[in-house]
């Protein structure tokens, strides 16, 4: 018995680009095509290049840029500083909850998260339903080297920033850990880093599509 059908071969095509995108990514337009009305969703811990990285990657795939931490400032009329010291943090937590859910409505663009965002179950159930979530995970040297001099998060400003930042490491990087797609944030340009989301992105969305589309289609023909 042989396995041949129209479907057969649209596996085999998908494989094929399955097989391209192991070394480089889709060409722009399949990408946009294939993540449809979805956002791409950076997480990740403070420093990991959320911000910088994701309009860069907007950019190269000619989509919106949103960050979610400006939405909240821009929302709340103040600094996220400000919100923190006049509100506390679980005030910020809830608005963050309403600004990631009403942005997700606004699909497709890159969206930016702040990195405590992904800690919420039910922003995580919101990400999973309309987006695509994508883990810049970057080592305890790499971000500290980033975030040191920077006063702009308030959850540093503590007598041991770097105690802080392993504790959080280590709170959060098992969530993290469920993104549907992981890249390795490092020190190298920006732009190599949103090249390597291009590739693990293409290579979501090509597993994803092939099995999506072949579950039931794929019949077996007698010879
Ligand atoms: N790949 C990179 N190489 C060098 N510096 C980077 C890289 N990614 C981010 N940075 C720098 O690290 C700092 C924090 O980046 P940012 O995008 O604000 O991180 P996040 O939004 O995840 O907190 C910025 O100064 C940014 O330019
Ligand atoms: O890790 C966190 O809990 C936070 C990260 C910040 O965003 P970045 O990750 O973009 O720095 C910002 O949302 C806020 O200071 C809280
Ligand atoms: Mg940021």
Redesign the pocket.
């Known amino acids: 018995m042989k396995r041949e059908n129209q479907n057969h071969s649209a596996n085999e095509q998908a494989a094929l680009a399955q097989d391209e995108a192991r070394d480089g990514f889709l060409p722009r337009a399949q990408l946009v095509d294939l993540l449809g009305q979805r956002s791409i969703v950076l997480i990740g811990?403070?420093?990991s290049g959320?911000?910088t990285v994701g309009r860069r990657l907007a950019h190269r795939m000619g989509l919106k840029f949103v960050d979610a931490?400006n939405a909240i400032q821009e929302a709340a009329n103040m600094t996220?500083p400000e919100i923190f010291a006049s509100h506390g943090e679980a005030y910020f937590r809830s608005g963050e909850e309403r600004v990631i859910a009403r942005l997700l409505q606004e699909g497709p663009q890159v969206l930016a998260t702040?990195?405590?965002a992904y800690m919420s179950g039910s922003t995580r159930e919101a990400i999973a339903e309309a987006g695509i979530s994508i883990w810049l995970n970057a080592d305890f040297e790499t971000v500290m080297a980033r975030v040191r001099k920077r006063t702009s998060?308030?959850?540093l400003q503590t007598p041991d920033p770097e105690g802080t930042m392993r504790q959080?490491m280590a709170d959060r990087y098992p969530i993290y850990a469920k993104a549907d797609v992981e890249i390795h944030s490092r020190d190298v340009p920006h732009e190599t880093v949103a090249e390597d989301i291009m590739i693990g992105l293409s290579q979501y969305l090509l597993s994803t599509s092939a099995s999506n589309g072949t579950r039931d289609l794929e019949v077996p023909v007698a010879d």
């Open positions: 811990i403070m420093g959320k911000s931490d996220i702040g990195g405590g998060r308030p959850l959080l």
